[in-house]
């Protein structure tokens, strides 16, 4: 029995721990990267960190501030004149409600003054009808004044 449960953990660590294989294959890649390639790489990458060093000290300037101060004053001239843009849009919206408003205000204007003069001829029509029926009425309050004196 003994030896069957030892064949059988056998079996079972040969499927299901694979740490001998990776391991191998980790040993394999390591021995390929080091020893055939020499090390190429690493001086590849110690050469290229050298050249940006000697790059960053040559190239780079060593006035930085006066480089700040005039990205600086650039970018608030760009502030300032996009600033004047939006004030210059917003004149000119202004301005075209302002069109729209007037426009809009003599429209009713013009609507009042015809309501006003149908509102005036109404009330003319009815006072030449006041002052028809007041002569009519005080025309015939004269005759009969004019016929009762005459009695």
Do not use: C
């Amino acid at each position: 029995m003994d030896k069957i449960a030892k064949d059988v953990g056998d079996i079972q660590s040969r499927l299901l721990d694979h740490r001998p294989v990776i391991n191998a294959e980790v040993r394999y890649f390591v021995r390929e990267f080091e020893e055939k390639r020499g090390h190429r790489e690493s001086r590849l990458l110690e050469n290229l960190n050298k050249m940006v060093s000697e790059t960053n000290e040559q190239i780079l300037p060593t006035d930085l501030e006066g480089m700040m101060s005039d990205v600086v004053k650039r970018l608030e001239a760009a502030n300032h004149m996009a600033e004047r843009v939006q004030q210059r849009e917003l004149e000119a919206q202004q301005s075209l409600q302002l069109q729209v408003n007037m426009e809009r205000l003599k429209d009713d204007w013009a609507e009042f003054l015809k309501e006003q003069q149908r509102l005036k001829e109404e009330v003319n029509e009815e006072h030449a009808k006041a002052v028809g029926q007041l002569s009519t009425t005080y025309s015939e309050k004269k005759k009969d004044l004019t016929r009762f004196s005459l009695l």
